[in-house]
């Protein structure tokens, strides 16, 4: 029986990756691989596949937010309905319930900070259970997801070591 595990640290790797590289990697079948992928996609443990991009390098206009969300939990359903509430809204690219200062950090895009700021005044803030948010705007990104963005190659140590 095949690991499926090893397809989704492959695909951890490089989510584009041909289900013929697969096979050859992992010495399978591709009917195998492709069986084992499908499989992962309807458990949900494979969710989605995602291009990182460096906006600063597009024209086009992009901003990124990160909003502390004090909440308050639900009578039977703790924080789930808030949180599902939130993320229904296609400006939130992701939520987390989170321990410390929030109960949420929710991550959302918009092209402006005005856009951001009203989703999070006329969207956001009323939501029954929100307490209290608190907007953080990214004003540069160096790693997104193990992706370093703009950060030049390290060059690489060529000295010998020494000991003594």
Known sequence: MMDENKVLELL???PRAE???LADVLGESEETIEQAKKKLEDEKIICGYHTIVNWDHTNLEHIDAMIGVSAKPQNNT???KIAEKIARYPEVSSIFL???NFEFLVNVNGKTMREVAEFVGSK???IEGVAAT???F??????VNGILMDLPKQKEDNR???SA
Request: a positive charge; hydrophobic letters at 40%; zero cysteines.
């Open 12 to 14: 951890i790797q490089n």
């Open 19 to 21: 289900i013929t590289f």
């Open 78 to 80: 703790g924080y789930d």
């Open 98 to 100: 989170m321990s410390g």
């Open 124 to 126: 956001l803030a009323p």
């Open 134 to 136: 608190v907007t953080m």
């Open 138 to 143: 990214t004003m540069k990104k160096y790693k």
């Open 160 to 162: 010998l070591p020494i």
